[in-house]
């Protein structure tokens, strides 16, 4: 009887390790698909969160005028919404900002890479929310703000402090989930 000399054995055990490969992969690649699971992809991680808006300089899309974070500062508690006349998802959530500004939320609008006139047209048409329009046409200032794309919606403080940043679209879902518990607590002297 012929015993397997050492060679032979090494480049057996070596073949059946890579014959396991293919399983490891899969089960690596099964755990990172799992753990991505549970997640909810309107929950995007903010840098801004507890710090004011970037600084900034541009035009304003409703007159001829320039606006920094310091002129959008007041007294109130207000939103920030990211849109555009090319976000199909902006037209689905335009109608609940305009029962927001209808109820008195004061919302500044940032139009995000957009052409002015079809801006001007869009909020022509379907009715104006905004207190205040901003155009980012470069997309510099969403760039700052950390914006994957339109709509998002930040909520800023009376100091002009982002405290909630919402992607996607804004809904009376959304809006009772994750606004209206922070503007409660603000106005009963918890504020953010």
Known sequence: MNRPDRGELRRQ????????????????????????????????????????????????LLGERTITPASLRDQNWKLLNVWATWCPTCYVEHPYL?????????????????????????????????????VDHDGQLGLDLGVYGAPETFLLNPEGRVVLRHAGDLNERVWEEKFQPILDQARTGGEQ
């Open 13 to 60: 055990r070596g073949v059946s390790l890579w014959v396991f490969l293919p399983l490891v992969a899969f089960v690596a690649l099964a755990v990172l698909l799992a753990s991505g699971l549970g997640r909810n992809p309107e929950e995007l991680p903010s840098n801004l969160v507890g710090k004011p808006l970037p600084a900034f300089q541009l035009p304003s």
């Open 98 to 134: 305009l029962q927001l500004a209808a109820r008195g939320i004061p919302i500044i609008g940032l139009n995000y890479k957009d052409e002015t006139d079809a801006a001007r047209d869009y909020l022509a048409n379907l009715g104006n929310p905004y207190s205040e329009v901003v």
